[in-house]
């Protein structure tokens, strides 16, 4: 099978686990706090990391400057989920995930500025268009008048995270060349867990989960498998295939998050910024090309 082929799947693989994730996630987010959801989720993560990483006896010797990268791509990744759960507190689901998209954009930058993976010029189209439908879905065209342009609720935050994100991945596709997929997410997890016992600690964040109800908290857990596993997919896809191609199809993921936005909380939005998210998913579609 081509590497074509398997980058499309590893691809798929993630819109499927993230778009899914990001949707409890968020929703979860705004009932009992963005500290609380990313912790759990991610614990559960790293408990089936792993098991995945002992079912393939991956190799845990790692050298020191790797160790390094590790910590630093795992504090980048706790902050970036921690800024989108926080937009997805501040703004609607729909509008955030659209938003999110981004980071597809500067994956692509970064993997073209540092690592010299190129973009076709039907690439490049679908990165306008990206840019152009995350604008449309991101601005408060009501009130340009007077006011100036106000980004609606949670768009910066998620603007920053999805530029996090994009830096992560490149950190990634690295380290899984160097240590393999396996190794990288089951390290990248454990960092995340890390940090995220020592933000709690000093920023005073509760974690505690004695007062959710089970069936949230199972959710929780589910969903943090349903992440790890989009994060495997990619991390694999990145050892056979190239970042510039596999992030842009993982990044899809608003697909998922949006139709269960739609379908389930029964959220609306404008004809403009539908048109917005159409494009989004267009460009996206199209940056596989």
Known sequence: MSTV????????????GWGLYDFFGGLYSKSIGNSKTFFWSQLAGLIFAALLTF?????LIIPAKTG??????????????????????????SIISATMNLWAVFTMIFAYIFLGQRLTPVQFLGVVLIIIGVSLVSLKLNELKGQGIQLLSGVKETVLAALLFGAFWIFSEILSEEIGWESTTLLVKIGVVSFMLLFSLFAKRELNLARIPLKV???IF????????AV?????????????LVTPIS?????VTIGMAVVFLKEKIS??????????????????F
């Open 271 to 288: 004809k403009l910024q539908g048109a917005g998210i159409v494009l989004v998913i267009a460009g996206i579609v199209m940056t596989a």
């Open 55 to 59: 079912s393939f006896l991956a190799n």
């Open 5 to 16: 082929i398997l980058s499309i799947f590893a691809g798929l693989g993630g819109m499927i």
């Open 68 to 93: 390094a990268m590790i910590i630093l791509a795992s504090m980048i990744y706790a902050v970036a989920y921690l800024l989108f759960f926080k937009g997805f507190i501040l703004g609607n689901v």
């Open 251 to 255: 990044s899809a993921l608003s697909i």
């Open 222 to 229: 589910i969903a943090g498998i349903l992440e790890v596993s």
């Open 232 to 244: 495997a997919c990619v991390n694999w896809g990145l050892t056979v295939g190239e970042a510039i």
């Open 217 to 219: 908290v199972m959710t």
